[in-house]
């Protein structure tokens, strides 16, 4: 059974860093992608971050808003993927999940396509 569970969420002032670890049971981070994504209260799921890999090796890919602040990594001898969070903005508080993709290694921003779920990190940026 595949288990997720993202944690490290907190509340933080603005342009400060949180690390936020996914770390999952039953799933080779080694050939199926994972993701990151926030939601807010009456937002749908936003895409926030994705590793994977391809033909041409390991992949990572960025929403517009977060590039050059976030940066995802993973640990495959920890089974984890890292979410690196800097410069934070209030704009990024959000519960952030991480997810996993069953079927294919190539990252993509469509949340559908993920099967795996973690429960939700909170992260707050105060102004």
């Known amino acids: 059974q595949v288990q997720f569970v993202d944690s490290g969420g907190g509340l933080v002032q603005a342009g400060g860093s949180l690390r936020l670890s996914c770390a999952a049971s039953?799933?080779?981070?080694?050939?199926?992608?994972v993701g990151w994504f926030r939601q807010t209260p009456g937002k749908e799921r936003e895409f926030v971050a994705a590793?994977?890999?391809?033909?041409?090796?390991?992949?990572?890919l960025y929403a517009d808003s977060v590039k050059g602040r976030f940066t995802i990594s993973r640990d495959l001898a920890k089974r984890t993927v890292i979410l690196e969070l800097s410069s934070l903005k209030p704009e990024d508080t959000a519960v952030y999940y991480c997810?996993?993709?069953?079927?294919?290694?190539?990252?993509?921003?469509?949340?559908?396509?993920?099967?795996?779920w973690g429960q939700g990190t909170q992260v707050t940026v105060s102004s």
């Open positions: 039953g799933f080779n981070f080694r050939y199926y992608a």
């Open positions: 590793t994977g890999w391809d033909n041409g090796g390991d992949t990572t």
């Open positions: 997810a996993g993709r069953s079927t294919s290694g190539l990252v993509t921003v469509e949340a559908w396509k993920y099967t795996y």
